[in-house]
């Protein structure tokens, strides 16, 4: 970690841009996978031979699934196209800030699209109130990882973290010193 938080100290503005792009890209990769199955199962649904059985409330909560799962899909893949039309023109901040609302927007999206679906399938399964007991603990689960943690964990360090970073404070006001890592 020391010698990631030295490299990161030493490179440039564009560097850091660039880093962070690549970074976002990586993420998007895995919230594209998922959403994109989501949305091919949420497709063929309606051709499966239970479905037309469904109640009202179930072909409403499908639709919110669909849609939702259609949304995150636009907003996680909408940062390659803002790459095509910006590109080559030096503008990867504005690059990446559009890419990471983009991201997070899809991600809100892809909650919905996750519970609607949880709440559809168990409520076509199960008792109403089941479902509804089923869909709020995934759900709580879902903003518990996606959401609480990372935001409570933005400015908790761990012990050996601190370490690092004393070393590195140490390191950086002796830069003859050589490292320890």
């Known amino acids: 970690m020391a010698a990631e938080k030295r490299r990161m100290k030493n490179e440039t503005e564009k560097q850091r841009w660039d880093r962070n792009f690549a970074d976002l890209l990586q993420e998007l990769r895995v919230a594209q996978t998922g959403v994109q199955i989501l949305f091919a199962f949420l497709l063929t649904l309606p051709f499966s031979n239970g479905f037309p059985k469904v109640t009202p409330f179930q072909k409403d909560t499908y639709l919110v699934a669909l849609i939702s799962a259609a949304f995150a899909t636009a907003m996680i893949i909408s940062p390659v196209a803002f790459h095509r039309a ?96």
């Open 86 to 181: 910006l590109f080559r023109q030096g503008r990867k901040p504005e690059l990446v800030r559009y890419a990471h609302r983009m991201a997070t927007g899809g991600l809100a999206f892809m909650l919905i699209s996750m519970v609607s679906s949880v709440l559809l399938i168990t409520d076509y399964l199960l008792t109403f109130w089941v479902a509804v007991v089923l869909t709020v603990v995934t759900g709580a689960y879902f903003v518990t990882f996606w959401a609480a943690i990372p935001f409570a964990r933005r400015n908790w360090l761990d012990e050996d973290a601190e370490e690092e970073d004393e070393d590195f404070a140490d390191e950086a006001a002796e830069p003859n010193v050589p490292s320890r890592a």
